[in-house]
């Protein structure tokens, strides 16, 4: 099963951040948060990782609280074409459980 | 690289056909990862390799399902007899080894069993 818990889904308008939330109250010290998101019918798609320090990329950006039950998601500027189903996973190693995700809808 | 590469991407098949799932991973990755999606049961881990050996195969749901991978280049998903509840887009994913790694993923195979 899952270890993390995702809103269903939420809408965000184009330009604007999208901040999607995860909890993970369980989480292990040695486990990481993933992020992964999977746009219509193509394979999921890496977006970031982080273990207890907030982490950018030129995807995303990943805050992660300090107790570490929960992170979020941050895509700066929203496009139309980050439209997609966004999964959160927490893992040591290479056994990614996927949970069922935040559809994420990206509005004009 | 070309990243992961599945074949073929589009299979239909008739209930109690053999079918084979090919997967090529990135160069020089030492995981392989069968995924099942289903509308229903969202993605499945099926069955994982590192360095070509099956570690963990818990998540294969049934006998009729074999996965072999006998190079580091090449894998194979086989459902024999199929059935219509087969029907699944399947994806193979590869990576290096680490505590923290990022999984790449192939377009995946869109199995229609009738």
């Known amino acids: 099963d899952a270890k993390t818990t995702q809103p269903t889904s939420m809408d965000c308008a184009e330009g604007r951040a999208a901040n999607l939330p995860c909890n993970h109250s369980t989480i292990s010290g040695n486990e990481y948060v993933y992020w992964y998101r999977q746009i219509h019918s193509q394979g999921p798609q890496y977006i970031i990782h982080g273990l207890k320090n907030n982490e950018t990329n030129e995807m995303a950006s990943l805050i992660i609280t300090e107790d570490r039950k929960s992170s979020t998601l941050i895509l700066p500027h929203a496009t139309l074409r980050d439209t997609a189903v966004y999964y959160c996973i927490v893992s040591f190693g290479q056994n990614f459980v996927f949970g069922p995700g935040t559809r994420l809808s990206v509005l004009p | 690289d070309a990243g992961v590469i599945q074949s073929p991407r589009h299979e239909v098949t008739e209930m109690g056909q053999e079918v084979t799932l090919r997967c090529k991973p990135i160069s020089g990755h030492d995981y392989l990862f069968w995924y099942r999606q289903t509308m229903m049961r969202g993605l499945e881990l099926l069955i994982y390799?590192?360095?070509?050996?099956?570690?963990?195969d818990s998540g294969m749901p049934e006998d009729r399902f074999s996965a072999k991978m006998p190079n580091a280049s090449f894998s194979t998903l086989k459902i024999q007899p199929s059935e219509p509840r087969d029907s699944a887009v399947y994806f193979c994913?590869?990576?290096?080894?680490?505590?923290?790694?990022?999984?790449?993923f192939g377009q995946g195979t869109r199995l229609t069993v009738v």
């Open positions: 994913a590869s990576s290096f080894w680490g505590a923290q790694t990022e999984a790449f």
């Open positions: 390799f590192n360095n070509n050996v099956p570690i963990d």
